[in-house]
């Protein structure tokens, strides 16, 4: 088993030679090293690597690591889960990006949230399934959400995210992400991050312009067990 420094280095190099197949600088790709499921012990030790962008999906994990390591200056949450309106707060509180705003009540809710003189990163987060159930707007919904996140004071539209579908190709799911991309920047042409890709699919992210990269086990290992 590789050591943890190989295994960071490994997936940068996988995205440095993405990023030039594809003609782009990788300096404009951020990292985010998914670690949820480990402890904050782990976010300590990516740290000293260098790793700055975390992200969780669930908000007591971000909470409590948020809290364990507070004193590591220029780390920076990531929220990449589905959000309950009720722990808005507590996730406006920590996280300096929210990857999953897929609702008016959750707009809302992180509007509320956030400290008025402050301005909170968000992505609209796109449903790529059929599935109702998973996290995301779904395509029709998408402009209307993109036009009620820019007319907000705090919440500052960034751009959009989404996770593959199991059942179809990565390539086909990212451009059809990219193509909603533009129809979010037709509204707000400043709304540039593009938050897709993966352990398993960077490659594929990449090719089709992914900014921000969300990678867990290709870095943290497996899981613990019951994850
Ligand atoms: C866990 C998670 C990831 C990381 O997945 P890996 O396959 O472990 O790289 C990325 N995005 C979201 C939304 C996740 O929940």
């Known amino acids: 088993m590789p050591s943890l420094p190989q295994r960071l280095a ?8 993405a990023a030039r197949s594809a003609g782009r600088d990788p300096a404009e790709i951020t990292r985010i090293v998914v670690t949820k499921f480990h402890p904050a012990r782990l976010v300590r030790e990516l740290f000293d690597l260098g790793v700055r962008n975390f992200g969780e999906n669930r908000q007591q994990e971000l909470t409590a ?9 220029g780390l920076r949450w990531h929220f990449i889960g589905q ?3 009720k722990k808005a707060r507590q ?4 996280a300096s990006v929210v990857h999953s705003v897929d609702r008016d009540r959750i707009a809302q809710a992180l509007e509320r949230a956030a400290r008025p003189d402050d301005h909170l990163d968000v992505l609209l987060q796109i449903n790529l399934t059929e599935d109702a159930a998973r996290g995301g707007a779904a395509p029709a919904d998408i402009l209307p959400l993109a036009e009620r996140i820019a007319g907000s ?5 960034r751009g959009v995210m989404a996770v593959a579908p199991l059942d179809a190709e990565p390539a086909e799911a990212f451009a059809e992400l990219a193509a909603h991309a533009a129809r979010v920047r037709s509204i707000v042409p400043d709304a540039r991050w593009i938050s897709a890709g993966m352990s398993a699919d960077l490659e ?3 090719a089709a312009g992914a900014t921000h990269l969300r990678i867990g086990t290709a ?4 899981r613990p067990s019951g994850a």
């Open 10 to 17: 490994a997936v940068d190099e996988r995205i440095s030679a």
């Open 65 to 73: 690591k948020a809290e364990e390591t507070s004193d590591l200056d």
């Open 83 to 85: 959000l309950q309106t």
């Open 91 to 94: 996730v406006a509180a920590h």
């Open 153 to 157: 004071s705090v919440l500052r539209l």
């Open 204 to 206: 594929e992210a990449v």
């Open 219 to 222: 870095i943290t290992g497996e």
